[in-house]
């Protein structure tokens, strides 16, 4: 419950703020997200699979994003930035997809 | 540390480790918002990559290099268009302005200008063609420019106001020629006394012309008539002649032409 609140005040916060992102974090910004989201899909089949542990999220969610952002970063030092977001947006997205079918296993059982 | 969802929720106090997950929560659900909004507003370039930018930029510069170019080809054709038409304007005027001093010569445009009246008239008939032609010479030695000899004329009308109703031979050299009775004759039309020569040239210079002893005066007093000779500021040669084209002259290649 708490986390869904935090979830939504965080969007509130986005739309009512309208910050504009700097630009030394625009190419970070959109991989960071997608690997929180990784991060967040693993909690709730975590959860759902009665294995959750909040320090384990923490953990996982921080280290995802700082992964992702690291990977992106020395992708655009050796000049394929471009490849290596894309492919850790595909990596990102098949364990989401994975997590999501385990999730819905869980909830629809089938 | 696995506990069901619903303890969890009912728990009054907040560990924190709770708060970072709702910190971090809040943060992706912040930070989402964020990353939507700037890529709604900017559009795609705001989130392509370096190396992206880079190529999309080389791309607009050869572009604009390519339209650079064509702009300055046809800049260049615009200023060749338009120095060719003030060239050719140029070469219109002086072409009209040579027509006009050439048609005055040959008689095919009006002239005006400063000139004389000589008005000549022979009760005894013995005014020749050849009399009027010797004037003709004298006028056209003295200087004058434009020659229209007219007759009769009406002496009661004043002469600066006379159209040549029968008036005949324009240019600075009418075709004289003996009429079908006694009279002249000017460019296949009979004249009859008494006469008039409209001429346009310096006044004084074709008055002391005229008037030199054993010249046209004295020549036509001789022979019964009359001669009125009036200095004008302006008088006009309105008699035309049609342009024949030459039967047999053909404009030969000039130099540098």
């Given at each position: 419950?708490i986390?869904?609140?935090?979830l939504?005040v965080?969007v ?24 929180a ?9 975590a959860q759902?699979?009665?294995i ?40 990102l997205?098949?364990?989401?997809f ?12 089938a | ?55 999309i ?6 572009r ?21 038409g ?35 008239t ?51 050299s009418?075709a ?24 346009v ?22 022979r ?11 008088v006009?040669?309105?008699a ?16 540098g032409?």
């Amino acid at each position: 419950m708490i986390p869904a609140l935090a979830l939504v005040v965080g969007v509130v916060l986005g739309l009512v703020l309208e910050p504009t992102v700097p630009a030394a974090l625009q190419p970070y910004l959109p991989i960071a997200v997608v690997a929180a989201l990784d991060a967040v899909f693993g909690a709730v089949r975590a959860q759902l699979e009665k294995i959750f542990d909040d320090r384990v999220f923490v953990v996982s969610f921080v280290s995802n994003v700082l992964v992702a952002g690291l990977v992106v970063f020395l992708g655009d030092q050796l000049g394929v930035g471009g490849q290596l977001s894309t492919g850790v947006v595909v990596v990102l997205g098949i364990r989401i997809f994975s997590n999501a079918a385990a999730i819905r296993r869980h909830v629809f059982h089938a | 540390m696995n506990r069901p969802l619903c303890r969890r929720f009912l728990r009054p106090r907040l560990r924190r480790v709770d708060v970072a997950v709702a910190v971090l929560l809040a943060v992706l659900g912040f930070a989402a918002v964020v990353q939507v909004r700037s890529t709604q507003e900017d559009g795609p370039l705001a989130t392509a990559r370096q190396e992206d930018l880079v190529q999309i930029l080389d791309e607009l510069s050869n572009r604009n290099d390519r339209l650079r170019d064509e702009v300055s080809a046809l800049e260049r054709a615009r200023a060749e268009l338009t120095t060719g038409g003030d060239q050719s304007e140029a070469a219109l005027a002086e072409a009209r302005r040579r027509t006009q001093l050439l048609g005055i010569l040959a008689g095919t445009v009006p002239a005006r200008g400063p000139g004389l009246l000589l008005t000549i008239t022979d009760p005894d008939g013995r005014i020749t063609p050849d009399v009027l032609l010797d004037a003709l010479e004298e006028l056209r030695a003295a200087g004058a420019e434009a020659i229209q000899l007219e007759g009769p004329v009406d002496l009661s009308v004043d002469p600066s106001e006379a159209s040549g109703g029968d008036s005949g031979g324009g240019g600075v050299s009418p075709a004289l020629g003996d009429g079908d009775e006694g009279g002249g004759g000017v460019d296949g039309r009979a004249l009859y006394p008494p006469y008039r020569f409209v001429v346009v040239g310096e006044p004084s210079t074709l008055a002391s012309a005229v008037a030199i002893p054993g010249g046209v005066v004295d020549n036509i007093e001789q022979r019964g008539g009359r001669v009125l000779v009036e200095e004008r500021d302006e008088v006009v040669v309105g008699a035309l002649r049609a342009l024949e084209e030459p039967r047999y002259a053909r404009p030969a290649p000039q130099d540098g032409d």
